[in-house]
């Protein structure tokens, strides 16, 4: 089989898992997120076209994970798929070693390391400022939502609202009735005028009143009881909790542009907002070392013959992923917590990592045997009869 073949096959062979667990792990992630946006549909009136765009800006922030994990994986299925059926051995009888297996592995890697790269540095920051902006856009909609005269309207937390007449061109209410509940008291207000206020920044919503009275209950004390009359009084839905909007002015470091978190770390005053930018932004540079990193681990690891059966690369392939975002943990914990440098934390990680990634596929080059693998694999081994035994019981 001339040499363009052989990497046309081995390219099919782990490109075809790869996207597959690609669908798979994003549709995983984004199930995390389907139950509060779908409850935004059914009870608090929000449309299913801005919910779309809810999904759409959440996209970005999981391709970071998903994209190497999915490369990995398909590493893992598509040359242990290739292994179990001694492909691999017929390759490497034909004078095809693992230094040639490895070059369409490699060239994958690189293109995902591109894909991570444009995923963690510009488009991840951007999903989450658009789902932010999106966020605060419905809450803005959702304090008018469903609004009409002469109704009782509880599609607030904290707040059931009755307006007797709604003037839409001057975005005006009048003869106003409000029960507001806290926890430390319940407010029956009354209010001749009302209007909604939204606030970009702060990313809050308020319905002031003009020329009203409240009837405020203590729930402490039956006994204390206020009658409070006022010319202008401000109420606050409680809806930021059900488009989970951050009410703060300053943006958080993962939603800045790679550019001004760069700039923005020598203008931090706070030692520990600084310590803040520089692990998000030494953790967006690291990204695409990701799939290069998995392409090291996961060639020695699934061309070790699995006597578990075909799981077994699977599971190797999970302990890959999760040592690896264990440690990437660490190391962004170190940063922020404990002030150590990111060059040490994350870079020096890095480093390390490749030095025995590149130790481990030479030794998977030289035919030594992996002692990890053949560990794993003798576990999975125990535990598959292990379970047989008990089920023909």
Not at 178 to 187: H, N
Not at 264 to 290: G, T, Y
Not at 291 to 309: C, D, K, N, W, Y
Request: some cysteine; glycine content about 6%; hydrophobic content about 45%.
């Amino acid at each position: 089989m001339p040499g363009s073949q052989v990497y046309r096959y081995i390219l099919r062979e782990v490109l075809g898992p790869t996207l597959l667990c690609l669908l798979i792990f994003t549709m995983v992630l984004l199930m995390g997120r389907l139950v509060k946006l779908v409850d935004l549909i059914i009870n608090k009136g929000v449309s299913p076209s801005d919910i779309m765009v809810l999904f759409a800006t959440l996209l970005p922030s999981f391709l970071t994970i998903s994209l190497p994990l999915a490369f990995l994986m398909g590493i893992m299925i598509g040359l242990g798929r290739m292994s179990a059926d001694s492909e691999t051995v017929a390759l490497k009888s034909a004078g095809i070693g693992l230094a040639r297996i490895s070059i369409p592995v490699f060239a994958l890697a690189l293109i995902f390391a591109l894909l991570t790269g444009m995923a963690g540095l510009w488009a991840k920051p951007w999903g989450y400022r658009a789902f932010k902006a999106k966020s605060f856009e419905i809450t803005k909609q959702k304090a008018t939502i469903g609004f009409q005269p002469r109704i009782f309207m509880n599609q607030f937390d904290n707040l059931v609202v009755y307006a007797n007449e709604i003037d839409e061109h001057a975005d005006q209410m009048h003869n106003l009735f409000i029960v507001e509940k806290k926890p430390e008291a319940t407010s029956w207000v009354f209010a001749d005028t009302g209007n909604i206020m939204t606030d970009e920044q702060n990313e809050t919503v308020t319905i002031r009143l003009h020329d009203g009275v409240i009837h405020r209950q203590k729930t402490d004390s039956v006994d204390n009881y206020q009658l409070i009359h006022f010319r202008n009084y401000d109420v606050q839905p409680n809806i930021s909790s059900a488009v989970n909007t951050v009410r703060t002015g300053r943006q958080r470091p993962k939603e800045l542009p790679t550019g001004k978190l760069w700039t923005s770390i020598d203008q931090a005053k706070n030692p520990a907002r600084a310590q803040a930018l520089k692990a998000e932004l030494h953790q967006r540079l690291c990204s695409p070392l990701a799939p290069l990193l998995f392409a090291l681990f996961g060639l020695p690891f699934s061309m070790q013959s699995h006597r578990s059966g075909r799981s077994g690369g699977f599971v190797m392939g999970l302990i890959i992923y999760l040592c690896y975002y264990f440690l990437l943990s660490a190391a962004d914990t170190l940063t922020v917590e404990a002030a150590v440098s990111p060059w040490l934390s994350f870079w020096a990680l890095h480093a390390a990592l490749f030095i025995i990634g590149i130790y481990l596929l030479r030794q998977s080059a030289l035919e030594k045997p992996n002692l990890l693998a053949i560990w794993v694999d003798q576990t999975l081994d125990t535990i598959k009869k292990r379970t047989q035994k008990d089920a023909d019981r």
